[in-house]
């Protein structure tokens, strides 16, 4: 292996980019747009034109609003994507797919990660990792040909009789949420009896004395143990499995999966420790109490707990309580404990509690909060919590376009004192991407319910910098070391399976406006962006997990 030359990875897919220097005021944008539009033919401008015409003559008022933007550093800038048919965003998406999925299949077939420009892989379960992950996605960008070919290999290459120790929480999200939703899409059978199996190997995880999971399981020993350094579990772990073990219940009509996975919450929901429904990071395997208490996040360990308490009563139809004010408390204690805003452009953010004292650091993970919020309000959950969403969606953009490559770093720290020259400063540690969803999955559900087309330009953006910067030439993207460093961002050599997974399935689903393509009321997302159905009155749930 030899270190990539620079040439090696870069490559600039759209034109129209700029030279790569750090440029975000409002004339690069409108330069940017106006180079889209020049590369149109004149008989596509013309068009364009004509519609816009009659659109404006008809609505004037409601057109001059609705390219006016209301993006809160500029009030001025023309929405891009308002000019883009849908299909060519679409199209945008599945180049980004077919190119990772080339990397994919050249260099790392049947393994876990694609590792882009060393034109090998990585392995960490061994078990496809990123081909199973990619499943649901290739159905619904609708790459028939790819998806044949993956679900070929999985018919006769994916084998989990293998002595291989797993983590009970990613290969639940990943592997069992990606083989359940791609059976419910398809309705192909090979998909479910695979989930069965996995999911029927993961079990020996809830074989501890307090009932809370282990984090490792040997799926071909059927042997499950903590950590080697602790016998403590991590809270959002042990507490977002339970939307795929719920639907592995219903489809098998074996209760035992359900079951296990209901105790966890329930006792999570009794437990001391928690401040105003924030939930510690950690749990003890053998006692079942919270430890390393005084940290309260929505970031790393503790950020899809939240997200669970919501898509649970979702997906059970609306019918357990106890999820419900789970949830409801835990916002309430997020806005009274840890809501602030930055200095000086009064960003509103999600800051931490380390021990009583407040810190204004935020993971790019809470960025997953935008699109719940929204979801919630949706299902008829306060309106102030939309408003929330949009204030936080708002950080979440501004979290990527402040930086010199566009992207998002893994972690911010915002000021709040005044005179502050500017919002947002990362620490050298924190500024690595690695291509996460969470910012995009947040865009798509604040687009699919408000309609704004402002959160569209937003994505196009980050899809335009995510070619930009993270592209590799012969195959795949790949997470870099430096969202600051637009000249050399520093590639890490590595396409984690959720950018095929999560990124770009929102992204095509943030850029399709057919609200029917998973209807939000007949789906929930699993927290690796499988869709899951939304269970029929038949089969609802009361809290104490009896049904109806
Ligand atoms: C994914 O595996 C899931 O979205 C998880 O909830 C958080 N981490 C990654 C993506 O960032």
Not at 79 to 97: G, H, N
Not at 339 to 345: E, I, V
Request: charged share 20%; with cysteine; net charge negative.
């Amino acid at each position: 292996m030899h270190p990539p030359s620079r040439q090696d990875y870069i490559s600039i897919s759209l034109a129209g980019q700029g030279g790569g220097s750090y440029n975000n005021s409002t004339q690069w944008r409108r330069q940017s747009c106006w180079r889209k539009w020049k590369q149109l033919s004149r008989l596509q401008r013309s068009l364009i034109l004509i519609l816009l015409f009659i659109c404006g003559i008809a609505s004037y008022p409601a057109v001059t609003e609705h390219l006016r933007g209301k993006n809160l550093m500029d009030n001025n800038w023309v929405s891009c994507v308002y000019f883009l048919p849908e299909a060519r965003l679409l199209e945008a998406v599945q180049e980004a797919f077919l190119h990772s999925w080339k990397g994919y299949k050249d260099f790392a077939w049947g393994h876990d990660e694609l590792r882009p420009l060393s034109k090998s892989y990585s392995e960490w379960f061994g078990l496809g990792l990123t081909l199973i992950d990619a499943l649901d996605t290739m159905w619904i960008l609708g790459l028939k040909k790819e998806f044949e070919e993956a679900k070929s290999w999985v018919a006769t290459e994916l084998t989990f009789n293998k002595s291989v120790d797993v983590n009970l929480f990613e290969s639940t999200i990943r592997i069992l949420g990606g083989l359940l939703s791609t059976y419910h899409l398809t309705g192909d059978i090979l998909f479910l009896d695979k989930a069965k199996d996995i999911g029927s190997r993961l079990m020996p995880a809830f074989n501890t004395p307090s009932k809370i999971p282990y984090s490792d399981v040997n799926i071909g020993k059927g042997t499950a143990h903590p950590p080697r350094w602790t016998s403590d579990s991590t809270v959002a772990e042990v507490t977002s499995i339970q939307l795929e073990f719920r639907e592995l219940s219903r489809l098998t009509q074996e209760p035992h999966y359900q079951a296990a996975v209901a105790e966890v919450m329930k006792q999570v929901h009794k437990l001391d420790g928690k401040l105003d429904g924030l939930v510690p990071m950690f749990i003890n395997t053998n006692n079942g109490q919270f430890t390393h208490q005084g940290i309260y996040t929505l970031g790393a360990r503790a950020d899809s707990y939240y997200e669970y308490l919501l898509k649970q009563w979702i997906q059970g139809g609306k019918t357990e309580n106890q999820l419900l004010e789970d949830y409801l408390q835990a916002i309430e204690g997020v806005k009274k404990n840890l809501l602030q805003k930055s200095s000086p452009n009064g960003l509103t953010f999600v800051g931490e509690i380390a021990h009583g004292q407040f810190s204004p650091k935020m993971d790019h993970l809470v960025c997953f909060l935008p699109g719940t919020l929204a979801l919630g309000a949706h299902n008829g959950l306060p309106a102030d919590h939309m408003d929330l969403a949009k204030q936080l969606m708002e950080t979440c953009y501004q979290m990527y376009i402040q930086m010199e490559t566009g992207l998002s770093p893994e972690i911010v720290h915002f000021n709040m004192h005044q005179g502050s020259t500017r919002d947002i400063d990362v620490k050298l540690a924190d500024r690595h991407n690695l291509l996460r969803p969470e910012t995009v999955e947040s865009l798509f559900y604040l687009y699919r319910f408000t309609k704004d087309h402002k959160y569209q330009d937003w994505g196009w953006e980050i899809l335009q910098n995510f070619n930009k910067y993270t592209k590799v030439s012969s195959g795949g993207y790949t997470s870099i070391n430096n969202v600051r460093d637009p000249d050399y961002p520093s590639p890490r050599d590595k396409m984690e399976s959720f950018f095929l997974g999560e990124t770009l399935k929102y992204m095509y689903l943030l850029f399709s406006d057919d609200p029917n393509l998973i209807s939000l009321d007949q789906y929930v997302f699993n927290t690796e962006a499988h869709p899951l159905p939304i269970w029929p009155s038949t089969h609802r749930l009361t809290d104490t997990g009896i049904q109806m």
